[in-house]
Structures are given as C-alpha cells and as structure tokens.
C-alpha cells in the first residue's frame, strides 16, 4: 500500500490543536494514520518545516520509533501492518507523544502529543498538545513580512495565525481579510489615485471588493488580481461559513497573502535595484566629466 508522504506536514502543522480527525475503522484508514505516527517501515520519519531557534528553514528527525513490544507484536503477523495489532496498541495507549530534533542542532526540538478513540467504525485522532505552537513557528517564519506589511498588518497576520492554530477559524479569516482590504486594496487606491489622471473615485467606490481589484489592475499585485476571489471566500467567513469550514480553508487562504507578499517583496527588490543602478550611472558620468 503507497503511502503519501505529503500528509505529514499537513497532519503535524496543519491541523489545529482539538480538532478531532477520523479515519474510518478499515485496513487502509488505520494503516495510514499508524504510519502519521510511527513512520513507515516503523522507520523514523521527517518533517520540513522552520526551525524558531535556528531562525532558518531545517529537517526535523524523529526522536523516539515504534515501541520494541509493538514492533515484536507486528514482526509476528504475516502481514506487517496488522490492522487488529494496530488497534489494540491505540486502546492500550490512546496518548501518543512524538518527538522531533532539529537536524542542525539536536537540542532543538518540536514536541507533539495525539489522542486516540476508537469506535465502531472510526478511529478518531485528536493533536492535543504541541510546542513550540504552529503559531510561534508560523510567526517566526513570517519576519520577512514585517516591513512589507507594517507594524499594525504584521500584528493581524499574526493573531490570524495564533487564531487558526488555536481553533478559532472565523476570526483568523477577519484579519485575513483586514489585510487584503485595507493593506494590498489600500495602498493600491494610493498609488492609483496619485499616476491615474482619469482616476474617477465616484465609479471607483461604487465597485465591489472583487471589482475594486480588478480595477486597480496596474497599481496592485498581479497575483492578488489572478486570485481576487481570495475576498469573497474570507468575506464568507462572517457568515456563511462554519468554523470547520474556516479552519480547512485557511491553511490556502493564508498562502494567498503569503504569495501576493512575496510578489511585492520581489517588487520592491526590482525597484531597488533599478534605483541603485541609475545613482551608480550618474556616479559613473560625473567620473568621466572630470
């Protein structure tokens, strides 16, 4: 049976603490989530991810593999994943912690604790404690945004995040949104309004969010105008989305602001250096005057 590396990031980082995951009680569901757990092959297994003490993006090796009576237990089936085997080890040990060590200081570590129940057709799993948080990971990640964004849009993609990791999906999706409207929106208006001499504000405020975008084409980030849809879906979240809902979707909502930032980091970069190269002509220029 394959197995998709990709979910463990999405298992260990994405989900939020308590939120109860289930798998249902067949052969591959359970083997999958044994396999979260212990690794695969019951080898140890990584996790990409940043490290907050290395200030820098690193590999994180499993400390602690499968227990020895487990592993006896399971060498002894013919079938090396044993589905009965599985479940019995999580009733007799529904907390599962899972320590991780930092592959460029070992002293460096992250730390998970799981929970599981097992009912007559499901098999939940529940992340119950984890540190450091996915929120001081994210925020440590998220330094180079601070200039970009200002100190006061900084501090609302960061309570977005710490919301989010502490399940609490609408209200991470108002800061999102806050973002959008009144940072990458905003600053667009500006520009627009100080180069656009046929700037008409009256049509311009009659637009919606979307429009509004649209219309700032030339003054705002070409990714954010590609994927203006990215408001309407944080604007839902008021109203018409459940908090489950909110917590599935922020994970991609958050790489949209993630990725517009980018663009304008890269923007700025350009701007600079285009800046830079013009003063070094004219140093150049009056050089050969003299």
Known sequence: MSFDRTLIPVF??????????DFPKNDEQVIILFKLLYGEHLSRFHLDTYCPECKKESTFNQIVIIPDDLQIELQKKSTFYDRATIEKWFEKTPFIPIHLSCSRNSNHTIFFAFHIEIEEETVFCTKVGQYPSSADIAVDELERYRKPLGKQHFQEFRKAIGLNAHGVGSGALIYLRRIIENKFIKDAEEKAQKLDSNWNEAHY????????????????SKYLV???????????????????????????????????LNEIIRQQE????KLVSTQLNKIHQERKKK
């Open 12 to 21: 260990y980082l994405e989900y939020p603490l308590y939120k109860k995951l």
């Open 205 to 220: 405020e009659s637009l919606r969010a979307e429009e509004k975008i649209k219309h700032l084409e030339p003054y705002i």
């Open 226 to 260: 590609e994927n203006k849809k990215v408001y309407g879906i944080v604007s839902m979240g008021l109203h018409d989305l459940s908090e489950e809902e909110c917590l599935e979707y922020f994970p991609t909502l958050r790489s949209v602001i993630k990725l517009t």
């Open 270 to 273: 350009e701007e600079e250096k």
